[in-house]
């Protein structure tokens, strides 16, 4: 079975959200790490002003006296700093001086493990409404006595209320993060169905296409430039496909009109013939006569089963080394009789080789030559010229005579067309035989073309 | 001369029938492949003549069980399908010779008397003459009544053929294909005009007439004498 791709539609909304979401959640993360951030600076800030408080306060010690005089001045630098909490811890780990809810785990007050520059700590203090989070810094600071050892000063602040801040941020960020995708989503899609829109008008567009209205054509102008490349393609092939279907209407027009004329002939002669008692001389005269036109008729049929073979590449040259040269004489031979009745004088000039179907070949030389013969006028010339060019060769059949039109000279090669309307009748030829010249030339790779300048018309032919 | 034809065209199987028979020959018809293949295979045949498409057993067939059997008659194909793996084919399975439909039938006529020339080619006679014609092939001499004709090349090699075969109506094509070697129908009347003028240095001032057009089939070289 066949898998069907998805929508164009679904593809893009689904690509437009997912990136929208995680642009979002990119930035959201970072929007709140930097609040984040900003908190611990903050209480960095905190803390090591109130490390520097306690650190000159310190260094006025200078006396014994003056060391108990330091919980009073400690109280009184701590006033109005809710939630902070600070411990001084003597030589003798005795604490000096701690507020009331001050509480450290050991190891951070432990001497050899304070570091300078402090370190923030984050730790969980029971306290009486659960477990508290405390962030806090410690440092070891000397006092003003020489002899006493400096003393352990630890700062903490409670951030309980940045923690509970910033969860509720995260939620409403996270929210946000989700409705935005969503929106996104949508909004893509509508966006997306916008943007298609040109699509589904050349879509429109090329379903009324039928035969009968092949010459409708997508505005290029009309449509965003990105598929102004694809409309003009699909104009380009309409063209060629309304071309071909001309070309395809008058064949089998000029067909049918071919087969009528001939037929519409047998027809009336035998009932003619057949109206009345005849003797047998006239029998066999009327027979003879219809065997003539079948004969024409069979021709023409295998013409055309020739040229709808070409069509469909079906004519593969046999190829083998081809004498040009060879096989024009030997085609003036064959047709020397009929040229001296019409005082017509052959001529050949230069030689080539080619890779070539032999047979072929000469009947798309034959029907060149005879078709020559036929528009030269008594006393008239036909001259071949042949130029080889490596493993090619161009070939030249040229007649004196009257000029052929630039109109017709493009459709001289279609079937049945005659440059003379008039000769229809004569039984010259169906006027398949330049189509069939040109369908064997193409067969083996060249091409051919016709010009007529004002003595006479030139076929010349190029086969590499 | 016996000819076995096998075509399942009614019409067309009948028409050969007759035609061959008024032409000297004795016929066989069959009608489908496989009732040809066992009149082969048991009757004596000098030449055969097979349509491609036939119902039962093909063309192609026939001609294999032919040669298994060991029958050697010279075969001529009918086809109507004028297709290029069909002449491959044809020319590849060893067949004589074939005709596309549709043919004239003196086409298929003086194949046929070509072909079965082709087994006993007799002793080449070195002089040709009907009538008071009289054509010297080691010289290449023609004379009527005595008098010397001097002949093209090529109107020498026509009439060499209507003489070989006199009697017989040659159609043009096999005309153009015998003498110029022109292998394809051609609407020219080239040969037309070929026999008219050999005709005007034969014919022209002698009695009695040799050469006869036969009217939309082609010529004819007899002595109405004998």
Redesign the interface.
């Known amino acids: 079975m066949k898998r069907r791709n998805h929508s164009i539609t679904i593809r893009l909304t689904l690509l437009f959200a997912a990136i929208s979401t995680a642009v979002l959640l990119t930035l959201g993360l970072f929007v709140g790490h930097a609040v984040e951030q900003h908190f611990v600076e903050q209480d960095m800030e905190l803390m090591t002003g109130k490390l520097q408080l306690v650190g000159r306060l310190l260094e006025k010690v200078r006396t014994s006296a003056d060391l108990d005089l330091l919980p009073t001045l400690l109280e009184d630098a701590l006033v109005g700093h809710h939630g902070l909490e600070l411990l001084v811890r003597g030589p003798d780990d005795t604490t000096l001086f701690a507020t009331h809810h001050a509480g450290f785990p050991s190891d951070f007050l432990e001497r050899s493990a304070i570091q300078n520059p402090p370190q923030i700590q984050v730790w969980q203090e029971s306290g009486t409404h659960g477990p508290q989070p405390r962030r806090g810094i410690a440092a070891v600071l000397s006092t003003g006595i020489s002899e006493l050892p400096p003393l352990v000063v630890a700062v903490a602040v409670d951030i309980a209320f940045h923690e509970h801040f910033m969860a509720s941020f995260r939620q409403t960020l996270w929210l946000f993060v989700a409705i935005a995708a969503a929106l996104a989503g949508v909004l893509g899609w509508v966006a997306v169905r916008h943007g298609l829109a040109p699509l589904q008008t050349i879509r429109q567009g090329a379903a009324s296409v039928t035969a009968s209205r092949l010459d409708y054509r997508l505005a290029v102008d009309s449509v965003p430039v990105e598929l102004a490349e694809l409309a003009e393609t699909l104009n380009d092939m309409l063209c060629r496909l309304e071309d071909s279907f001309k070309r395809l209407k008058d064949f089998s027009s000029d067909l049918a009109h071919e087969l009528r004329t001939p037929i519409s002939n047998l027809m009336t002669e035998t009932h003619v013939a057949l109206s009345k008692a005849r003797t047998a001389d006239e029998y066999r005269d009327v027979l003879a006569s219809n065997a003539e036109e079948y004969e024409r008729l069979a021709r023409m049929i295998g013409d055309m089963l020739f040229l709808a073979q070409a069509d469909n590449g079906l004519i593969v040259p046999n190829r083998e080394p081809v004498d040009l040269a060879a096989e024009v004489r030997q085609l003036f031979d064959f047709f020397d009789a009929l040229a001296e009745e019409k005082a017509i004088c052959f001529s050949l000039q230069g030689s080539g080789q080619i890779s070539g179907d032999k047979l072929m070949l000469r009947r798309a030389l034959a029907n060149l030559v005879s078709n020559a013969i036929r528009h030269t006028p008594p006393g008239g010339s036909i001259c071949v010229r042949i130029e080889g060019d490596g493993s090619g060769a161009r070939l030249a059949v040229e007649n004196s005579g009257e000029p052929i039109p630039p109109e017709h000279l493009t459709r001289i090669f279609d079937r049945f067309y005659r440059a003379d309307p008039s000769r229809h009748s004569s039984g010259e030829g169906a006027g398949l035989g330049l189509a069939i010249t040109r369908s064997i030339i193409r067969a083996h790779g060249g091409d051919i073309s016709a010009k007529s300048g004002d003595g006479g018309v030139c076929f010349e032919l190029h086969i590499a | 001369m016996k000819i076995l034809v096998v075509e399942d065209e009614p019409k067309t199987g009948d028409y050969l029938k007759q035609g061959l028979t008024e032409a000297g020959f004795v016929v066989d018809l069959a009608r489908d492949g496989l009732d040809g293949l066992h009149l082969g295979e048991t009757g004596e045949y000098d030449l055969a003549i097979l349509d491609v498409m036939l119902p039962k057993l093909d063309g192609w067939r026939i001609f294999e069980g032919l040669r298994r059997a060991g029958r050697e008659m010279p075969v001529l194909f009918l086809s109507a399908r004028?297709?290029?793996e069909d002449r491959v084919k044809g020319l590849e399975l060893g067949a004589d010779d074939y005709l596309?439909k549709?043919?004239?039938f003196a086409e298929l006529l003086a194949r046929v008397r070509t072909l079965l020339r082709r087994g006993s080619r007799s002793k080449e006679a070195e002089h040709l003459h009907a009538a008071d014609l009289e054509l010297d092939l080691l010289r290449r001499r023609v004379t009527r009544g005595g008098h010397r004709i001097d002949l093209t090349a090529?109107e020498f090699a026509l009439l060499e053929l209507l003489l070989r075969r006199r009697g017989e109506v040659l159609p043009r094509s096999l005309i153009?294909s015998q003498i110029?070697?022109?292998?394809?129908?051609?609407?020219?009347?080239?040969i037309d005009?070929?026999i008219r003028?050999l005709r005007a240095k034969v014919d022209d001032s002698f009695e009695p007439k040799l050469i006869r057009t036969?009217?939309?089939?082609g010529y004819v070289l007899e002595d109405s004498a004998e």
């Open positions: 004028d297709q290029v596309v549709p043919f004239a090529k153009a110029w070697d022109m292998n394809f129908d051609s609407d020219t009347n080239v005009v070929a003028r036969v009217r939309g089939m």
